[in-house]
């Protein structure tokens, strides 16, 4: 691999992590769909556990091809590594368990995915760890927000419903400051639109459901580790974190920052989340997202010019009071989002009919390319009004609190052919006219 | 653990077992912007096969404080006080282990320390160990970019398995992020110096590779990287005659202890019979 740097982002797409299998010569990635791995000898296994040696023993701690995975989001981001998991909210839920417990507490952005929210501000909080929710643009809330028991700044680097842009290199700044860590949900922007380490997150997670997958097929969660933040100074300073910087009864009285400077974070998660929680990745899922990241550079491109398009029918088109897009002129993250993705804000938005709850049921129905279902990162064009679905218990009230108008429609957009995602749009927007 | 030499915290990783004096007693010597934590693999196997480990952090590197010292000859003296400071003194009691610039060290040590190092394993290594002038300048102009050119030249796959120190790690994102923490951590307060820079021009002005060769008497074994772009294996063939050294060439680039640790486990073990 010769040159002076490593290989482009395209190249590392399809090459990272793996290279043509020594026993087979199979060009592709092997599916390795068993649950277990041959020991060489005693001594092997015995070194094995011991951690003298890497290598796959169950798959529930790792996996050959799941492993290839690990290494090409982590390549990728510019991080040390990953794990993948059984879905985003895994990936969730093992990053903030690895590093918070009973008396912890998280300060986050308020403008999260609603199952996001759901984790923090009522399941975890029945397991003593509280979360403080601030507005994701408000530099000092977050900074306020901090108490000696804080354990993570979380945030998504585009909010819901309305895409705030997260000022990572600030919210990161705030953090260290405070001995904390960042961690970004990173779904709506994959490594293509925004590296967050780059900025100054420490870990970041996907929904590889979403555009890391692009087919729709499965559900699964990568957790990725810059190896910037410096645990064993933390827990120096401030006693934070002695999961990671003090001897760990669980496994062989191991002191993870003094195993691995740099992986620590991750040799916790494996060898503690993963492996008494279990919400492990499948060998064929991680099979499955690796055949989407092959073309992901591809993908995105195509989300965003598609985007582009359909932001620009609709900013123009008198039945539509607002849309939520970061390039566009007047949306509170114009600059931030000029500065952190100028390759595009991604393929997720929302924007707002004219009209009653009754017009937006209207414009969803009448839609025939669009397909109407809750999910995004699809490579077909998917749509969603909350006020009739997600949100239908609350009222127009509740609502505007959420962010959320009766006629607020998020639309996920596809790859199909541009013109035929406008045609549909134009004659819903139609159809939702007529039923006013 | 922590140990003082010359007044100052020296840390040493002792392979996830107490250390232990009386015990043959492994050193494992990491090599320029590294720590410890590149052999710990290594370090617990020995640790926990009969013998006693120090996987060091050199002066001002990692844990150990600075001053970081000028020369491969002044750090061998650092390391044998370290020695001393651990207990280990017993003749041939030491087998030294040192990756590329630590190697070096390693080998000026046994050269000082005949009695005391029974066995020299010099893992990725070169005499003379030249450093481009090119390599050299962007070092200490911009020391984030030779980072760069230094793990690309390092590694020489875009697939390390099984994975170091564990499966689903990026070897390439873990040597830039340790190289880049090495280069500004904390632990450096005193080492007012471009470490990156002081590290590479340390191997580039060491000339008494051969010299200290005439000098040692512990049975030496070069592990090598058929890959290897920063030590290629042809540019050891006057010490490995003058160190009548047994030479093992392994499928990697210059970054053995990752890219093929059970392999140099077994070239380790081979030396350590």
Redesign the interface.
Known sequence: MPGYSDPGFDTLALHAGATPDPSTGARATPIHLSTSFVFQSSEHAASLFNMERSGHVYSRISNPTTAVLEERIAALEGGVGAIATASGQAALHLAIATLAGAGHHIVASSALYGGSHNLLDYTLRRFGISTSFVAPGDVDAWRAAIRPETRLLFGETLGNPGLDVLDIPTISAIAHDAGLPLLVDSTFTPPWLLKPFDHGADLVYHSATKFLSGHGTVVGGLLVDSGAFDWAAAFAKTGRFPELSAPYDGFHGMVFSEESTVGAFLLRARREGLRDFGACMSPHTAWLILQGIETLPLRMARHVENTRKVVQLLAAHPMVSRVGYPELDGHPSQALAQKLLPRGCGAVFSFDLKGSRSQGVAFIEALKVFSHLANVGDCRSLVIHPASTTHFRMDDAALARAGIGPGTIRLSIGLEDAADLIDDLKRALKVAEKAA | MNLTVNGQRAYA?TG?KPFDAALPCVVFIHGALH???VW??LA??CA?HGHSVLAIDLPGH??SAGPVLPSVQATADWLLALLAAAGVQQPGQATLVGHSMGSLIGLEAAARAPALVGRLVMVGTAYPMQVSEALLTTAGEAPLKAI??V??FS?????A??????????L???NR??M??TLA???TAGCAVNLFHHDFSVCDAYTGGLDAAAKVQAKVTLVLGSAD?MTPPRATRDLAAALKAKTVILPSGHSLPAEV??EL?AALRDALA
């Open positions: 990783y996830g720590d410890h934590s710990t693999l617990r196997w926990h990692g844990q760069d050119m793990n690309a590694i020489s796959t875009l697939a398995k099984p994975g170091f120190p564990a499966p689903g790690m990026w390439h994102g873990s992020a340790l880049r923490r951590g904390p632990n772009q640790p059970d486990l």
